[in-house]
């Protein structure tokens, strides 16, 4: 939190020097009333001492007092705010590897699974795109509002050769570059990209790509899926079937999400892919904005006010 008039904030000194007074005026009161009483007769005058009633109103009295000195020193705070609209553009791996059904009913569905999952979670004046990669990257569905279309692209991807990661990052990427409002200006752009994580084939490295997305400012948040487990099956010529391992490789997608400043997750079942696609709505769905807080403070002063008021007059007959 900062504040727009912190000088403000040295009238915090007045309150603690009230609150010393206040202290010192209760231990002296009871000094007080011990040399002049016979302690002995004080249950045959009062039914009961009102021990921490007496002092809450007051404390909410120095509370709101030091609300209200926060309030004049104008804070601001940086909260989170809805985005009106923004691009994403889901890159999503349909290599042979992505058929392995180490994660149920296989990567690729509960890639699809998650992705349509992340789609419902975006707000309606998002463009969504889809990009699908194998040996090469084709674009699946240009940014659109029209979600139906997405859906249909998310459903249509199948299983092929290859693994074109840095041709996926650098499609994706100009596709969010493309992106215009009325104005002329971008919106902001994010590249979701989920793959088992090995790059082979296509022209452009995923090194070389992800730099260009970085100029572009465009962050590319990154998922790996998969376990070490994972197992594609192969025909041989001759008919003969092989079992072929493929485990994930991370490394490359989380040096992709730090080159170019997005996140990368590790998701190794079905449910941890839609608790990450989750959070990315979210993240993407939202930017940090500072705001005054002013008003905050100056209402919550004004309520403690009333409410230590309210409390001294319903228990003492009083005002604090």
Same mark, same amino acid.
């Given at each position: 939190?900062?504040f727009? +008039?912190?000088?403000?904030?040295?009238?915090?000194? @007045?309150v603690?020097?009230?609150?010393?007074?206040y202290?010192?005026?209760?231990?002296?009161?009871g000094?007080?009333?011990?040399?002049?009483?016979n302690?002995?007769?004080?249950?045959?005058?009062?039914?009961?001492?009102? &021990?921490?009633r007496?002092h809450?109103?007051v404390? %909410?009295?120095?509370?709101?007092?030091?609300?209200?000195?926060?309030?004049?020193?104008?804070?601001?705070?940086?909260?989170?705010?809805?985005?009106?609209?923004?691009?994403?553009?889901? /890159? %999503?791996?349909v +290599?042979? +590897?992505?058929?392995?059904?180490?994660v149920?009913?296989?990567?690729?569905?509960?890639?699809r699974?998650a992705?349509?999952?992340?789609?419902?979670?975006?707000?309606?004046?998002?463009?969504?795109?889809?990009?699908?990669?194998?040996?090469?990257?084709? @674009?699946?569905?240009?940014?659109?509002?029209?979600?139906? =279309?997405?859906?249909a692209?998310?459903a249509?991807?199948?299983?092929?050769?290859?693994?074109?990661? $840095?041709?996926?990052?650098a499609?994706?990427?100009? =596709?969010?570059?493309?992106?215009?409002?009325a104005?002329?200006?971008?919106?902001?752009?994010?590249?979701?990209?989920?793959?088992?994580?090995? +790059?082979? $084939?296509?022209?452009?490295?995923?090194?070389?790509?992800?730099?260009r997305?970085?100029s =572009?400012?465009?962050?590319?948040?990154?998922?790996?899926l998969?376990?070490?487990?994972?197992?594609?099956?192969?025909?041989l010529?001759?008919? !003969?079937r092989? %079992?072929?391992?493929?485990?994930?490789?991370?490394?490359?997608?989380?040096?992709?999400?730090?080159?170019?400043? $997005?996140? !990368?997750?590790?998701?190794?079942?079905?449910a941890?892919?839609?608790?990450?696609?989750?959070?990315? &709505?979210?993240?993407?769905?939202?930017?940090?904005?500072?705001?005054?807080?002013?008003?905050?403070f /100056? &209402?919550?002063?004004?309520?403690?006010? =009333? /409410?230590? &008021?309210?409390?001294?007059?319903?228990?003492?007959?009083?005002?604090?």
């Amino acid at each position: 939190m900062t504040f727009q +008039s912190p000088l403000a904030l040295l009238g915090l000194l @007045v309150v603690l020097v009230l609150v010393a007074a206040y202290v010192r005026h209760e231990r002296g009161r009871g000094s007080y009333v011990a040399r002049f009483t016979n302690l002995a007769l004080l249950p045959n005058l009062v039914d009961r001492a009102p &021990g921490w009633r007496r002092h809450l109103p007051v404390a %909410i009295l120095l509370v709101a007092l030091a609300a209200m000195v926060v309030g004049v020193a104008r804070p601001h705070a940086n909260v989170s705010v809805p985005r009106e609209e923004a691009t994403v553009v889901l /890159a %999503i791996d349909v +290599s042979r +590897s992505m058929a392995a059904k180490d994660v149920e009913p296989s990567r690729l569905g509960a890639a699809r699974a998650a992705a349509n999952a992340f789609v419902r979670k975006v707000p309606e004046k998002f463009r969504v795109g889809v990009v699908s990669f194998a040996s090469r990257a084709v @674009v699946a569905v240009p940014p659109t509002a029209d979600r139906s =279309l997405v859906r249909a692209a998310l459903a249509a991807l199948r299983p092929g050769e290859g693994t074109a990661l $840095g041709d996926a990052i650098a499609l994706s990427a100009q =596709l969010g570059q493309r992106e215009r409002r009325a104005d002329g200006t971008r919106p902001p752009t994010a590249v979701l990209l989920i793959s088992d994580g090995t +790059s082979m $084939g296509g022209r452009t490295t995923p090194q070389a790509s992800s730099q260009r997305a970085r100029s =572009l400012r465009i962050p590319v948040y990154t998922v790996v899926l998969g376990t070490q487990n994972g197992t594609v099956e192969q025909t041989l010529t001759g008919g !003969f079937r092989q %079992i072929v391992q493929v485990p994930p490789s991370p490394d490359t997608l989380r040096q992709v999400a730090q080159t170019t400043g $997005g996140v !990368f997750f590790t998701a190794r079942n079905d449910a941890r892919l839609r608790d990450v696609y989750e959070r990315l &709505g979210s993240r993407i769905g939202h930017r940090r904005e500072s705001r005054e807080m002013t008003d905050v403070f /100056a &209402g919550g002063s004004a309520a403690l006010l =009333l /409410a230590g &008021g309210a409390l001294s007059a319903l228990w003492f007959r009083r005002v604090p």
